[in-house]
């Protein structure tokens, strides 16, 4: 057994049945191998390891990695010690392939920012959040939590929320409420804009999101002219994807 260590946002999933569920949300369509980031005492694993894609598991807790060793010798050299932020992934796993977790919860939005980064190689990506940080993944305009993670994942991911878990099946017991979904990559993900500058007016407008648009985007230094008037008078939780690509090629017509 390996003893939680709250620095490491360990929470061990106590109950077995969902467990399962997490682990058999992928779709398994358009990749051969799964990524789980923070597999623990391998809960999830025992279950991903069922099917038929290569399994590799990315664990920090050199407890953990101990007690996966001998507990699943199939997972033989597809452990991976380390912290998931800092692995080097085209090098270390050949893509395409799957990621999921029950995440640790300290480190989740940055896990969800490193996937967009590497995007081409990561059709399809989910697990458990913190509830709140499933809820901004997920969310649509209009709602309290939309924000930047809810763009920036809507551009290139279809996202779904699937379920709610009680903090009573972990053990310890995190002091909120968690969520599980899944995120498929769009069959065209390219944005139809500059995809920098998509990235920088999605977190200016957010940034300030109190403000208006035209406000938010002031710190830009780019040239508003040929935006939509009536657009720059809303703020950025009311603007879907399609009008924040507009805005970004607004700004970036000469
Ligand atoms: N999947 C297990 C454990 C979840 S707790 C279960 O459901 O029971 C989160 C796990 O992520 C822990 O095992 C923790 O050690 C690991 N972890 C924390 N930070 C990490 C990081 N930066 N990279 C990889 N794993 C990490």
């Known amino acids: 057994m390996v003893r939680p260590k709250k620095h490491l946002g360990q929470h061990f999933l106590k109950d077995l049945s969902i467990a399962e569920q997490i682990a058999g949300i992928l779709s398994g ?39 996966l060793e001998q507990s699943f010798p199939e997972l033989h050299k597809h452990i991976i010690p380390g912290d998931f932020l800092r692995l080097p992934l085209q090098e270390t796993i050949q893509p395409p392939f799957a990621v ?50 809810s763009v920036l994942t809507a551009a290139y991911y279809e996202r779904e929320y699937l379920f709610t878990v009680e903090p009573e099946v972990f053990n310890p017991p995190p002091k909120v409420r968690s969520g599980v979904i899944r995120l498929k990559r769009k069959e065209n993900y390219r944005l139809d804009c500059d995809e920098n500058l998509f990235y920088r007016v999605v977190k200016a407008t957010f940034n300030q999101r109190r403000k208006t648009l035209r406000n938010g985007l002031k710190s830009l230094n780019l040239s508003l002219e040929k935006v939509d008037e009536e657009l720059l008078k809303l703020r950025p939780e009311q603007l879907d994807l399609q009008g924040f690509i507009n805005i970004t090629n607004s700004i970036t017509q000469p």
């Open 29 to 67: 369509e358009g990749y051969d191998r799964i990524v789980e980031i923070g597999p623990g005492m391998g809960v999830l694993t025992q279950f991903l390891l069922k099917s038929d894609k290569e399994v590799f598991v990315v664990e920090i807790d050199g407890e953990s990695v101990r007690y």
């Open 100 to 149: 999921i977790g029950n995440f640790p919860y300290n480190i989740s939005s940055q896990i969800v920012f490193k996937i967009l980064e590497n995007k081409e190689m990561v059709p399809e990506f989910g697990g458990m959040f913190q509830k709140e940080v499933a809820e901004r993944i997920t969310a649509e305009p209009g709602s309290k939590t939309y924000g930047i993670l």
